[in-house]
């Protein structure tokens, strides 16, 4: 398939791009009962649907997708291992809510408490990990707040491990969807956390043992990630599933579903929001990563061309059946001027259908450009003028 490109001759004012783009136009979104929703597809990071997405919310044991952020980046940066035990403090003991129902005479490996917080909600294991990677419950919290700053959850502010209500604990539903990709993307070595259905440490009530993600025992597709539920917060469930697709290969969506008034209409309505994010869109493929976009003219440089593209495969996210339609265009600034250092952002790829505006996505310098020398900068100069 081909895509035709516009190449706009002027530099185009841009906004800050998000990692996250909305479609104006799409497909009718079925009706959610819930107070705020999003479907994204994390293939290609655009929002598909969503209510209230930046509205802030309580985000009850979702709280524990940061908390496993935390531990996962300490155990890839060997500052814990999986097999290394940590203590059950008297304030982990005694958390409220769910529990992995571990106590101070134990000593339990960081792979145990793992899955006691996400398979079980334990927030008994979510404090033992805080305090085990953090030093204190407060540093941890710190740690967490400060990855939510370098993540850009711009809603978001923790005041614990584990989810309990507290003043100033909120996140948003875009914020929830961007953890989660991250976790996805950036730790898929440890993903496998997120769809274990059963797990209860040993001495610990076995009626503990199931994930309280019913999707993962409904839909083969579904492995992860986490529920979480509160008074104030009500049933909440951030889902995501991965699955096939000819020529694509594999396709994962995220659904986040807050403020449900049960657990089975949380499970339901998140089904229906991933269902329908695969039924009503098609992912389609536009360039291998590393590849090409465009090879427009070079000036002042040791080459007169500069190559731009993605470091990753460029995938967008359209409606159904309507891949043959969409075009491309690329805006930059012109005329280019070495030098350029690679991986240098140096315009956006917007993906179009007819009118709309479906992506738009950064462009960069897929290799590195010194400036010329002094006669070839004087000669591109006088070009430059007379242009």
Not at 57 to 66: F, G, N, Q, R, V
Not at 76 to 101: C, H, N, Y
Request: proline share 5%.
């Amino acid at each position: 398939m081909k895509f035709p490109f516009a190449f706009l001759t002027r530099w185009v004012a841009l906004l800050a791009l998000a990692p996250l783009l909305s479609f104006a136009q799409l497909p009718p979104a079925p009706e959610i009962a819930a107070r705020n929703y999003l479907v994204m597809d994390l293939t290609s990071g655009q929002i598909l649907a969503a209510k209230d997405i930046d509205a802030p919310i309580e985000p009850a044991s979702l709280t524990k997708l940061m908390t496993s952020y935390v531990v996962f980046d300490a155990l890839r940066a060997k500052k814990i291992t999986l097999d290394q035990r940590f203590s059950v403090s008297e304030l982990a003991w005694k958390m409220p809510g769910s529990r992995m129902f571990i106590d101070p005479k134990m000593q339990v490996p960081v792979d145990d408490l793992l899955k006691g917080m996400i398979v079980q909600s334990g927030n008994d294991a979510s404090m033992a990990l805080a305090e085990g990677v953090g030093g204190s419950a407060e540093n941890f919290v710190r740690m967490m707040n400060d990855q939510a700053k370098a993540l850009g959850l711009a809603g978001t502010s923790y005041k614990n491990p584990e989810g309990l209500t507290e003043a100033g604990h909120h996140t948003t539903a875009r914020d929830l969807a961007v953890l989660s990709k991250h976790l996805v993307q950036d730790f898929p070595e440890y993903m496998h956390y997120f769809g274990i259905k059963q797990y209860r440490y040993e001495g610990t009530p076995k009626a503990n043992a199931n994930n309280r993600n019913v999707l993962l025992f409904r839909d083969p597709t579904v492995d992860g990630l986490k529920t979480g539920h509160t008074a104030a917060a009500g049933y909440c469930l951030v889902a995501t599933a991965k699955r096939e697709f000819p020529q694509l290969g594999e396709r994962r969506v995220v659904a986040v579903v807050l403020g449900a008034d049960s657990d089975n209409i949380r499970a339901n309505e998140t089904q229906k929001l991933l269902n329908w994010g695969y039924s009503a869109f098609d992912d389609v493929k536009l360039f291998d990563a590393g590849q090409a976009v465009a090879t427009p003219q070079l000036w002042k440089g040791a080459q007169n061309t500069l190559k731009i593209g993605r470091s990753q495969a460029t995938v967008v996210t359209v409606p159904a059946g309507s891949a043959g339609k969409i075009t491309t265009q690329i805006v930059r600034p012109d005329p280019l001027v070495a030098p350029y250092a690679k991986g240098q952002e140096v315009g956006v790829l917007q993906v179009m259908l007819g009118e709309q505006k479906l992506a738009e996505l950064p462009l960069v310098a897929l290799e590195a450009v010194e400036q010329a020398g002094l006669l070839g900068r004087a000669w591109d100069a006088l070009r430059l003028w007379i242009k």
